[in-house]
């Protein structure tokens, strides 16, 4: 059974940085692409940020782009978000979720429950 | 990005309707569109993918058609599970992007 579990959410201030992760289980990870994707409070889905297989490729939401770093450790089977310069308007439920292939231009198949981050002063 | 509009945001039906959701790019996406299914504190659930093949384990009730810049979602005979919010998504770029969503609600 596939499983995604996040961590590392948490109430930051303006301007502070945050790591959050994705622990993942029960299927060959380092195969995958994966991605984060995120969901402000009473909002719609909006993908963050994903990367290949391997590490070669990976893609940002402009809204990001030069603040969020994604990285994986496939020895760990981990999913890594470094997010840097946060704003309140990054303030969501962050989900890991697993693309259907090696890249990242895809869909994703399985989810995580999410992990909140929440910036404000 | 590509632009992904969703149409109508909000759809009240009943059970046993047969009801159709849209989904519409900015630019053309050949046939690489999903679309999920979101339920009130719950994570997205994957239905449908490369525009029309279903995902396994959901139910035939529900489908997909469409290619370039117009989708549909079509459920075709409503059931109490499945009002929810449904999202598409294009993944024909580097930039993923989705709809706003369609909330379905019990009329």
């Known amino acids: 059974e596939v499983q995604l579990v996040e961590s590392g959410g948490g109430l930051v201030q303006p301007g502070t940085s945050l790591r959050l992760s994705c622990a993942a289980a029960g299927f060959t990870f380092d195969d995958y692409g994966m991605h984060w994707v995120r969901q402000a409070p009473g909002k719609g889905l909006e993908w963050v940020s994903g990367?290949?297989?391997?590490?070669?490729?990976?893609g940002f939401a402009d809204s990001v782009k030069g603040r969020f770093t994604i990285s994986r450790d496939d020895a760990k089977k981990s999913l890594y978000l470094e997010m840097k310069s946060l704003r309140p308007e990054d303030t969501a439920l962050y989900y890991c979720a697993k693309g259907n292939s090696s890249r990242v231009r895809d869909f994703f198949d399985f989810w995580g429950q999410g992990t909140l981050v929440t910036v404000s002063s | 990005d590509i632009q992904m509009t969703q149409s109508p945001s909000t759809l009240s039906a009943s059970v046993g309707d047969r009801v159709i959701i849209t989904c519409r790019a900015s630019q053309s996406l050949t046939s690489w569109l999903a679309w999920y299914q979101q339920k009130p504190g719950k994570a997205p659930k994957l239905l449908i993918y490369k525009a029309s093949s279903l995902e396994s384990g959901v139910p035939s009730r529900f489908s997909g058609g469409g290619s370039g810049t117009d989708f549909t979602l079509t459920i075709s005979s409503l059931q109490p599970d499945d009002f929810a919010t449904y999202y598409c998504q294009q993944y024909n770029s580097y930039s993923i992007t989705f709809g706003q969503g369609t909330r379905l609600e019990i009329k």
């Open positions: 990367i290949s297989w391997n590490s070669l490729t990976t």
